[in-house]
C-alpha cells in the first residue's frame, strides 16, 4: 500500500476493499461518517491511473453513497481530491448535512453547511472509538 493509504491508519481504519481502491474511516471526522477513498496505485495524479481503477470509481462510490445514507441520512456529499500533504490519489469524502448528528457520545455538526466543508473542525478518533467507528461504518456497507 502506499503511503498515504498508511497514513491515514491503514488497516486499522479499512472500512471496505475494492479491487483499485480502499474505504478508510478519517480518524479526523469533521462530519459523521467521514471517510478516505484512496486509490491503491502509487499514482501522484488521478488521470495517471489505470483505466480499471477509473472504472472501479462506479463500485465503489455506490458503495459509499449506499452506505452513508443509511448511516447518516447526509443531504449532500462532498468527493473532495486535494492532495496538498498526502500525495497519492485520494478522495476526502464528507457527508453533508444541517443540523446534528450524535455517535458514541460525540456531536458532529457540519459547520460548513451549506457551504464548504470546514475540515478543520473535525472530531479526532483513536484507538479503540476509531476502532468503534470502523466497525459501525462497515455494518452500513453491503
Known sequence: MNE???RFGYP???VREFDHWLVLARPAQPTLGSLVLAAKSEATAFGDLPAEAH??????TAAIEAALGR????????YLMLMMVDPHV????VPRYEGVREWNG????DV????????????????EELARL???LQGFFE
Open 4 to 6: 498515504t493509504i498508511a
Open 55 to 60: 472504472a472501479g470509481l462506479k463500485q465503489a
Open 106 to 109: 460525540h456531536e458532529f455538526v
Open 134 to 136: 470502523v466497525d459501525w
Open 90 to 93: 485520494h478522495f476526502h469524502v
Open 112 to 127: 460548513g453547511w451549506p457551504k464548504v466543508p470546514d475540515l478543520g473542525h473535525a472530531v479526532a478518533l483513536e484507538g
Open 12 to 14: 486499522a481504519t479499512l
Open 71 to 78: 448511516a447518516v441520512g447526509y443531504a449532500k456529499l462532498n
